[in-house]
């Protein structure tokens, strides 16, 4: 009896053994998924049907065994799907460590390709941004190289007919103002919502939303098939949100769509297993 259970303990050992393998360095690092969906959006005009709109999210540059190889590849696997549109949901960086300017630099440099394409690319601040004390620098930054930084604004997207972006604050620390973000958008004009946190979500009037995107989440980052309540999300008590992809549709209001995205990077331990990297598109299509 004894030897069996040995060997059974050998062999647990082993898999959890090749799972930590697994989870640091294959899932995170060598597999980026590319999710692509057509959405309907109300009010978009015919001239803007087929508009392709890519998402990234959660680069948290600074984390112990960071993933900024795989933000690279996740950039330039947008840029090369042309799309017309990039978004970037925040948490850029993860904590204070190595300091601001060498954090700040490093998302700089792994967002240029962006703005030098020449894409509208519009982001959110996360609020690992703002604890880590970066928020402003992380602003002016973006800015600096073409990128627009919409906090509780919206603003028109270049190159449509009057698609509008929305970008809502962090919920954390407490910056999300979803009145002000909507009072940009002109009545029955077509947006785009973009906020780190999906726990806004519930926040925003009917049909104010027809799609917004978010992430915060990492999908889990450590999901157990079949047990969605035992994630790492929950084993950390973060907030009760939708965690991955499409949101039930009893969970916001009436007309508002929300889609999570798994983002790329880490929080606290730097590892990923069934939760890998995301790249998500969007193609909008006229509807209801």
């Not at 709109?53 to 984390?63: E, H, N, P, R, T």
């Not at 009436?254 to 790329?264: A, K, P, Q």
């Amino acid at each position: 009896m004894k030897r069996w259970l040995g060997r059974i303990g050998a062999v647990l050992g082993t898999l959890l053994v090749l799972l930590a393998v697994y989870g640091v360095f294959v899932e995170p690092r060598l597999i980026l998924d590319e999710e692509r969906l057509e959405v309907p959006l109300a009010q978009l005009a015919g001239a803007d049907a087929g508009t392709e709109v890519a998402v990234l999210a959660d680069f948290q540059i600074g984390a112990f065994f960071d993933n900024d190889g795989m933000v690279a590849q996740a950039v330039e696997t947008a840029l090369a799907a042309e799309p017309d549109v990039v978004l970037l949901g925040g948490d850029y960086v993860y904590s204070r460590d190595p300091g601001v300017e060498v954090q700040v630099d490093r998302v700089v440099e792994l967002v240029r390709p962006l703005a030098e394409s020449g894409v509208p690319t519009y982001a959110v601040l996360g609020n690992h941004d703002h604890a880590a004390g970066m928020a402003e620098e992380l602003t002016r930054a973006l800015e600096g190289v073409g990128i627009t930084v919409l906090e509780n604004e919206a603003v028109p997207v270049d190159g449509t007919d009057g698609l509008h972006v929305v970008g809502i604050g962090p919920v954390r620390p407490g910056l999300a103002d979803v009145e002000a973000a909507l009072a940009d958008v002109p009545d029955g004009a077509p947006r785009v919502v973009l906020a780190h946190n999906p726990s806004v979500f519930p926040e925003l009037p009917p049909g104010s939303a027809p799609l917004t995107v978010a992430g915060h989440t990492h999908c889990g980052q450590i999901a157990i098939p079949g047990l969605p309540r035992w994630s790492y999300l929950e084993l950390t008590a973060q907030e009760e949100v939708v965690t991955d992809g499409w949101a039930p549709a009893e969970y916001g209001a009436e007309g508002n769509r929300l889609f999570v995205t798994c983002g790329i990077g880490f929080s606290v331990v730097p590892a990923r297993v069934n939760a890998p990297p995301q790249l998500a598109f969007f193609e909008l299509q006229p509807g209801a």
